[in-house]
């Protein structure tokens, strides 16, 4: 018997038997097919929510409560700030280059009002007031870009 027609016998008898089982080949095809790869934008999603959701935790929220921030809290204010800041950065949608802007732009008023602390020893409540309002910008920004890309 010619190999061709050995292979041809083979398929049939295989398909044959599947069919008697109840298993349709289409079942065997989709479950040896690859698993789909996973949705950039649901990782993007994971990831700044994560990020996002620990720097949001503890904040100081106010004007008055940076005012009346001490240095150690500052620090941690600025590390934890770098810290949304490298796990926001390096998206291509719109969004997240605004929500890493707004980042940027809290972790700005942040440094001026670390700078007055180490400078003189206290705050200016406008300074303070200022990080305040960025930091208002920041949630909103957060806001604006988890509707856009998490839906």
Known sequence: MRRSTRVALIVTGVVAG?????????????DTAKPAAPDPA????????????AWAAGRL?????YNLATAPDLLAEV???RELL??????DSQASRDLATAVARFGAELAVLRA????SGGTDLDQAAAVAD????????YAAWRAATCG
């Open 18 to 30: 599947l069919a008697a089982s109840g298993t349709g080949i289409g079942y065997v095809v989709a």
């Open 42 to 53: 649901a990782i993007e999603c994971a990831n700044i929510e994560r990020a996002y959701n």
């Open 61 to 65: 929220r106010d004007m008055y409560e």
């Open 79 to 81: 590390e934890d700030q």
């Open 86 to 91: 490298e796990a926001v950065s390096g998206y």
């Open 116 to 119: 007055q602390m180490t400078i």
């Open 134 to 141: 960025a930091q208002t910008g920041l949630r909103q920004q």
